[in-house]
């Protein structure tokens, strides 16, 4: 059973670009989670998508978007990047039960953004 | 969300049993204690969580103070591969909320 996959594993931008990353959940998992983590921080929640809607979301500007699709899987889209953007991106999917309380987290994405 | 504290770095022997402390003061009644670890280049991982109850798993145990002020992580018999970053992190019960991680524990193990 192969456990949360992201793609790609790195990634090089210049300040302006736009990016798209991909993650495939866990098999049988419902909903995913975005992170990003600064080098040296805990990572930090960006948003959560459950039935291909965004349903919760952190502090992070609309230039971070995201998707959903029928089959669980999900993107992260970041428009404009910024320097500050460099970051490992992180995603995690769990079940959307109340009684499921594990999360499983990918590899991450190291993105660098020049 | 309520804030935990834990120590920023702890040292540990190889096979000897380590204590991970957290202090979550302002935990509500409806906030579960978890723990995740961030091994080097890894996605953090699942290691416990509780309630009230001290809880036992094949990884680690989790003891909870009698109210639920602070909770310990304790690794019976560390090994070098046990080295990582440790987070706690309140949760509240129902469906999968977000977790809010810290900055952690970051853990040595020596031989």
């Known amino acids: 059973d192969a456990g949360v996959t992201q793609s790609p594993t790195h990634l090089i931008k210049t300040r302006g670009q736009q990016v798209t990353l991909r993650c495939s959940p866990k098999?049988?998992?419902?909903?995913v989670s975005w992170y990003q983590q600064a080098l040296g921080q805990g990572p930090q929640f960006i948003f959560q998508?459950?039935?291909?809607?965004?349903?919760q979301r952190g502090n992070f500007p609309d230039r971070f978007s995201g998707h959903q699709f029928p089959n669980y899987s999900s993107e992260l889209n970041v428009n404009a990047l910024l320097l500050g953007d460099s970051a490992l991106y992180l995603c995690?999917?769990?079940?959307?039960?109340?009684?499921?309380?594990?999360?499983?987290f990918g590899p991450g994405t190291r993105l660098t953004v020049l | 969300d309520a804030k935990t504290t834990q120590p920023n770095s702890m040292e540990s022997n190889e096979e000897e049993p380590v204590h991970l402390p957290c202090n979550h003061s302002?935990?509500?009644?409806?906030?579960?204690i978890h723990w995740y670890r961030q091994l080097p280049s890894q996605g953090p991982e699942y290691v416990i969580h509780?309630?009230?109850s001290n809880v036992n798993n094949r990884m680690a145990s989790l003891a909870i103070a009698e109210d639920r002020k602070s909770s310990t992580l304790i690794l019976h018999r560390a090994t070098l591969r046990d080295a990582a970053v440790y987070y706690c992190?309140?949760?509240?019960?129902?469906?999968?909320?977000?977790?809010?991680f810290g900055t952690g524990t970051r853990l040595q193990v020596t031989l």
């Open positions: 995690a999917s769990s079940l959307r039960s109340p009684s499921y309380n594990e999360q499983f």
């Open positions: 098999s049988g998992h419902d909903t």
């Open positions: 998508y459950y039935e291909e809607e965004e349903r």
């Open positions: 302002t935990i509500s009644g409806t906030d579960y």
């Open positions: 509780g309630l009230t």
């Open positions: 992190i309140l949760r509240h019960t129902g469906t999968a909320s977000k977790l809010t």
